[in-house]
């Protein structure tokens, strides 16, 4: 127990400020990634706001990330159009590589999916400016091969219209110097985000072409008019969204076609089809109404009634007017998370460390572990929060003022084996209200979902997780496995989070979640195949461990299960007889003999006792 301590005592340890950029003031983090960092920083020299996007230090010491590093910046130089992220410097300070692109400082694509107000007209507006940008590229030579709403950016002072971004695993498909220069993808290997990759490129990223890009904004279309990404067998839009237009199904089936030779062979080709639903005027992302004009409104109908009482309180009601609008016109929420970052975020602080009563069994093919009552004392390691135990129950409390995020470590020994099962009864509910959640919201625009999840933790920045909403969002399955990151969305969340979930790898390295128990059990997604040797891409043994965020999450029958390989069976013993006309074979307790006589066993066991009568 003390080493385990120890160990995640190290990685509580906060991390290294960030480091010089000759010309630059980094001012903070906004985004961290498998490849490195991006702050928010000032040039100097002219006094704008820039981001820095900085190379990992670990991968600044390999050339093929190096490589893929000077790529981006190559295709970010080779592009200069409205919609695209504009590259400002590139560079090196000591071990330190880096790039400065102009800084986008609204929501993406995928904040902008949640607005209740997003209708077909603004679904269609978006798309086109990024179809827009993706046909520039392409008559650059650049291929994005990452398209997907992360990566999508809303710039507010040039009047909310959408930008591409992040360029990273981006390629060049013609054939001059730049090209071969930059080719550092392998055959036969999958690169990009799994819900939003076209079928070739899953397989063979080098070979996949710019119909890749079309076939995910096929994806990225389909999302913004039904809500969902499809996935296997999927309805057009119109059946799904009443009132869409059905002469958008054939082109959105087109995108999605498995065979690239089927799709859009052009960007320019699906944005002539898709030109006569999108309206020219409309260029302003839909948005309900602020809440600052909310607050304004209420306010003046308290002027109205307060004007007839005293003039005092007129003036109290204008100067909080005055101070809301300064608030909200000075501070942005930072950008959320994803919930598997943020439970395994390094800055997250160890709280405690006890134990729970359990039952532990073992056999020859498999390890059970049950949480709760039984005679084993199982050790548990909290961060963040502190959950409480209550039998067979791990409960998450919440107040209005005590919430963040939480992960609970089953610390258990022996974790290898060749499969492994994490599953658990789990609820997700919102905080109760209270005068400053609900000021702060009203205030500042702060929201909070609770969450609850599974998590299987590798080495460190390296997991996989299941998350269940208690507001009704889609369940999420999402992992970072070194290079590897993505999410991937399946059903809607029961009412409350309240769901049976499960994580499982199988001994062939067939990686899933699912939700739902028997007939009702769903998975969440597509399987993740990572190979017979799963256990690589975690790092480490799977730890098991359960995380809830900003709200009260409850744990029941928590249950862990470890698969081994079944021992090897012994083999018979073989005694030779000196004799050359006969042998002797030894075998679960028989001695049989042969006799060149007849050449026919005969066993060596005691005979049965007979019993002779005497003849009258």
């Known amino acids: 127990m003390s080493a385990s301590l120890e160990a995640t005592d190290a990685l509580a340890r906060p991390a290294a400020g960030p480091p010089h950029i000759p010309g630059y003031r980094l001012e903070k983090l906004v985004g961290k990634g498998g490849m490195g960092e991006v702050h928010r920083a000032v040039q100097l020299s002219l006094g704008r706001v820039v981001a820095v996007k900085i190379l990992s230090g670990e991968l600044a010491e390999d050339p093929t990330f190096v490589?893929?590093?000077?790529?981006?910046?190559?295709?970010?130089?080779?592009?200069?159009?409205?919609?695209?992220?504009?590259?400002?410097?590139?560079?090196?300070?000591?071990?330190?590589?880096?790039?400065?692109?102009?800084?986008?400082?609204?929501?993406?694509?995928?904040?902008?999916?949640?607005?209740?107000?997003?209708?077909?007209?603004?679904?269609?507006?978006?798309?086109?400016?990024?179809?827009?940008?993706?046909?520039?590229?392409?008559?650059?030579?650049?291929?994005?091969?990452?398209?997907?709403?992360?990566?999508?950016?809303?710039?507010?002072?040039?009047?909310?219209?959408a930008k591409v971004t992040d360029f990273g695993l981006a390629t060049f498909f013609d054939d001059s110097k730049v090209a071969s220069r930059f080719n550092v993808t392998e055959t036969h290997v999958s690169m990009g985000t799994l819900s939003y990759m076209a079928p070739e490129q899953r397989v063979d990223a080098k070979n996949a072409d710019h119909r890749a890009d079309v076939y995910s904004l096929g994806v990225m279309l389909y999302e913004l008019l039904v809500g969902e990404v499809p996935i296997g067998t999927f309805d057009p839009p119109s059946q799904r969204r009443p009132g869409t237009d059905k002469r958008l199904d054939a082109i959105v089936l087109r995108c999605l076609k498995p065979a690239a030779g089927d799709r859009y062979q052009r960007v320019a080709d699906l944005m002539l089809d898709l030109e006569p639903f999108a309206p020219v005027s409309f260029s302003q992302v839909p948005r309900k109404i602020s809440r600052v004009e909310q607050l304004k409104n209420q306010v003046r109908a308290v002027l109205r009634r307060t004007m007839r009482v005293a003039e005092i309180a007129v003036l109290v009601a204008a100067f909080a007017i005055l101070g809301v609008s300064w608030v909200r016109s000075r501070y942005h929420p930072p950008p959320r998370p994803s919930p598997g970052t943020a439970l395994t975020a390094p800055e997250l602080r160890l709280e405690t460390a006890t134990t729970s009563p359990g039952r532990i069994a073992d056999t020859s093919t498999v390890r059970r572990m049950v949480l709760g009552e039984g005679p084993d004392a199982i050790p548990l390691i909290a961060w963040g929060r502190v959950p409480g135990l209550e039998g067979r129950t791990v409960r998450f409390p919440s107040t209005a003022d005590d919430l963040g995020v939480g992960r609970l470590n089953l610390d258990l020994v022996d974790r290898d084996g060749i499969s492994a099962q994490l599953m658990a009864d789990v609820t997700a509910?919102?905080?109760?209200?209270?005068?400053?959640?609900?000021?702060?919201?009203?205030?500042?625009?702060?929201?909070?979902?609770?969450?609850?999840?599974?998590?299987?933790?590798?080495?460190?920045?390296?997991?996989?997780?299941?998350?269940?909403?208690?507001?009704?969002?889609?369940?999420?399955?999402?992992?970072?496995?070194?290079?590897?990151?993505?999410?991937?969305?399946?059903?809607?969340?029961?009412?409350?989070?309240?769901?049976h979930v499960k994580l499982q790898v199988d001994r062939a390295g067939q990686l899933q979640a699912f939700v739902g128990t028997d007939q009702d059990q769903r998975p969440v997604g597509e399987p993740l195949y990572l190979g017979t040797d799963w256990r690589n891409s975690l790092g480490t043994p799977p730890t098991p461990a359960l995380g809830c965020i900003d709200g009260e999450c409850t744990f029941r029958q928590v249950g862990y299960e470890i698969g081994r390989e079944p021992p090897d069976l012994p083999e018979p013993l073989v005694l030779t007889d000196p004799s050359p006309t006969k042998s002797k074979t030894v075998a679960k307790g028989t001695v049989k003999r042969k006799t060149p006589a007849d050449k026919k066993p005969v066993s060596l066991r005691t005979p049965a006792p007979t019993t002779r009568h005497a003849k009258k």
């Open 67 to 161: 490589t893929r590093f000077d790529k981006e910046a190559a295709a970010l130089a080779t592009l200069s159009h409205p919609n695209v992220v504009s590259i400002v410097d590139k560079g090196k300070a000591e071990n330190t590589y880096y790039l400065v692109m102009e800084y986008v400082d609204g929501p993406s694509l995928r904040e902008v999916m949640r607005s209740p107000t997003l209708d077909t007209q603004g679904a269609l507006r978006i798309i086109m400016e990024i179809a827009r940008a993706i046909d520039y590229a392409h008559s650059r030579g650049v291929v994005h091969r990452d398209l997907k709403p992360e990566n999508i950016l809303f710039d507010e002072q040039a009047g909310g219209i």
């Open 429 to 499: 509910t919102a905080p109760p209200s209270s005068f400053w959640g609900g000021l702060r919201e009203q205030l500042l625009g702060v929201t909070r979902e609770p969450q609850v999840a599974l998590v299987l933790l590798g080495s460190p920045g390296r997991y996989v997780a299941v998350i269940v909403s208690g507001t009704g969002e889609p369940v999420a399955f999402e992992w970072a496995l070194g290079e590897r990151r993505g999410t991937m969305l399946g059903p809607p969340s029961p009412p409350g989070g309240a769901a």
